[in-house]
């Protein structure tokens, strides 16, 4: 059993500085890194760190790397989900590790599938999980959240097929709060959807919507946007 509690009830945010909004955020991703709750979960748990941001990505559920590295997205699914940012929106991994919360429906590697690939966490787990995400969305107050694969878009609405969700922006609800979510498809190299038509089309559009909407563009603003 985790001896780490979450840090809410949190209500609403508006008054709440950014300093300590960050401090708030920082004792949160250290709650987060002690959680030991799932006993069939490998911990470590992973964290993108505690980003102040307005757009929240949200995976699935780290590899086999991502504990050893320490951040989501460290490994080939990673290259590939960023080199979708980088050639849609001319953001680099580092400014997007620097300028969006990472976050994950699950925070530790469920353990291998014996039947092949990673082992689907279950419902316990992801219900146990959701309290980190909870905190993240009432802490941030995200105007935009990017939900990869299926199992972070149900956590936001239904996902019967890819090709019904990817491309899209969604106005969603959750714990209260409202924000805009445009799906992206997991960029696991087994997965050839978005590859393959009408995928790749479909991800074209989702990262133009990405590339074009306000809170994304406000969160790099060293830099301008590409043109599209
Ligand atoms: S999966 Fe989530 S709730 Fe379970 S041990 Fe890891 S961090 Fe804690």
Redesign the pocket.
């Known amino acids: 059993m ?1 001896r ?1 509690r979450p840090i809410g009830p949190i209500g609403p945010m508006g008054h709440i500085g950014p300093m300590v909004r960050r401090r708030l955020l920082q004792a949160h991703v250290s709650q ?1 890194l002690a ?4 006993p069939n ?1 490998k ?1 470590p ?1 992973v964290s993108g760190g505690a980003v102040l941001s307005r757009v929240l990505l949200v995976g699935q ?1 780290p590899g086999v790397r991502e504990p050893i590295l320490g951040r989501p997205f460290a490994w080939t699914a990673g290259k590939r989900l960023f080199s979708w940012f980088q050639q849609w929106t001319g953001v680099s991994e580092e400014m997007f590790r620097t300028h969006v919360y990472m976050a994950a429906v ?3 590697f ?1 353990g291998r599938n014996p039947a092949g690939g990673d082992r689907v ?1 279950n419902p316990a ?1 992801v219900e ?2 959701s ?2 995400l909870r905190q993240e969305i009432l802490l941030l107050e995200p105007e935009l959240v990017i939900p990869v694969g299926r199992l972070a878009i149900e956590r936001f609405i239904p996902c019967p097929r890819m090709d019904e969700v990817i491309g899209k922006l969604f106005r969603s609800t959750l714990y209260g709060r409202e924000f805009d979510l445009i799906p992206l498809p997991h960029p696991s190299g087994a997965s050839p959807w978005p590859r393959i038509e009408p995928g790749k089309t479909l991800l074209a559009r989702a990262m133009t919507l990405i590339a074009r909407h306000p809170a994304y563009v406000a969160s790099f603003p060293a830099k301008p946007p590409r043109k599209l």
């Not at 959680?35 to 799932?38: N, V, Y």
């Open positions: 985790s780490t987060i959680c030991r709750l799932c979960m911990q748990p559920a699950c925070r530790c469920p966490p787990e146990a999980c309290q980190w």
